[in-house]
């Protein structure tokens, strides 16, 4: 064709902040830097999420409502701060009916959007993959080769067979989907979300080549499907990040600590660690004498009863040495921040990305999905992480990571020489990080080379 269009992109991402802060900062950085129009569809409720800085005229937002009593679900629920089992089929069936009113979509959370694509003509789909390309290659192994038949525990070691690298893990840290036929509501919906992804155009993740090269390469290569590294995108956005009126204060404390003196707890938008763990954090904590920052949220129980229990007299204790925030964090500030030596996280893939751009070497304690995978790339591979031990949270109070454990990898990740390389190698990678999103980058060019796929395939 002659006459070649605006390319016009709509992302319609997942209804969770690890999904739509990502999916927009992708979308602003292809509308700033490239001339495309980028709309990014949530809910009204949603939109907050989305920051954005003042007077941006770069991003079109359009809203729409979820047939909230169509598919039986609570007014709002999609603010939900975790998404439960019982909701998730009610809440497809309610995304599936505003099929309508779209002409592209795509979160690999969004399976039905091919079908609804190809009503209006050649538009590809394009899948926004939420976590590492590391753990879509496991996943695809497990599923192919089933290495969790041929052990005899939950605990006994393999080898993932097929996966570069020599990976090992264990039965209890793989998919429930994968290896059990337990919650088949949720097992058929993230089946149908990772068969998109190999399904679809291709799939642009939040990552760079030098963190997971062999694993890009893998992907492409020997699975045979397009993708395109575009991150880390919290790089070059947020003016200032949404944060509770703790910023100001956080910030401040941290001016008056040393370099890598810190370390910092979080376990991401959606999870609250269960009662039981918080006692033995504060004790291995309070045990490892580090100075923290802690974000601890309410559990169930505490929403309840309108209280936060920590441990008696541990804020007492601790103070100056620690610092409690109570809601949320401003994380990729307080990453960034140089005071801070060391992260202890959930392993949600953009909490990862964000340690790894700010240099902070990680605690890793995983809880579900695929948290372990990204647990095996950083601690395995990268070797920029130290594992608590962690079991999977569906086994908690049973399996509780004790705070010896807490205690010992606290010592493990901030003193002596293992740390001192560790720390090293995450700067090495932050270095990395930054270089990709410059010109001529690997992050930068790869962007690109989406953008000419693109306009080749649509204009
Ligand atoms: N986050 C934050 N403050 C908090 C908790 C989380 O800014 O107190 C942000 C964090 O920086 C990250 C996102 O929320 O960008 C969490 O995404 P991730 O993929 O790590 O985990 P999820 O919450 O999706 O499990």
Known sequence: QNQRRRLHIVFLPFPAHG?????????????????????????????????????????????????????GLPQGCETLTSLTLD????????????????EIVADMLFPWVPRSAAKFGNIPTIVFYASSVFSLCASECMRLYRPYDDVSTDSEVFVVPGLPGEIRMMRMEVEDFVAKSEEPEFRSFIEEAKEFCVRS???????????????????????????????????????????SMEEHEC??????????????????????????QLGEIAMGLEASGQQFIWVV???????????????????????????????????????EHEAIGAFVTHCGWNSMLEAVSGGVPMITWPGYADQFYNEKLVTQVLRIGVPVGAKKWSRFEKDDVKWDAIEKAVKRIMEGEEAEEMRNRTKMLAQKAKEGMEIGGSSCSDLNALIQDLTMSCC
């Open 201 to 243: 155009y291709g799939l642009v993740v939040n990552s760079f080549y030098e963190l997971e090269h062999h694993y890009f390469d893998f992907y492409r290569n020997v699975l045979g499907n397009k993708a395109w590294h575009i991150g880390p995108v919290s790089l070059c956005k947020r003016d200032k990040e949404e944060a």
């Open 251 to 276: 910030l401040k404390w941290l001016d008056t600590k040393k370099p890598n003196s810190v370390i910092y707890v979080c376990f991401g938008s959606m999870s609250s660690v269960p009662e039981s």
């Open 87 to 102: 909701l998730c089929d009610a809440f497809q069936r309610a995304t599936i009916m505003l099929q309508g009113p779209f």
């Open 297 to 335: 949220r309410k559990t169930k129980k505490e929403e309840e009863q309108e209280e936060w229990l920590l441990p008696s007299g541990f804020e007492e204790r601790t103070q100056g040495k620690g610092l409690i925030i109570r809601g949320w964090a401003p994380q990729v500030l307080i990453l």
């Open 19 to 71: 999904h739509i802060s990502p999916m927009a900062d992708v979308a602003r950085l292809l509308s700033s830097s490239h001339g495309i129009k980028a709309t990014v569809i949530t809910t009204p409720l949603n939109v907050p999420l989305i920051s954005q800085p003042p007077n941006d005229v770069v991003l079109h937002i359009k809203t729409i409502d979820l047939p909230y009593a169509e598919a």
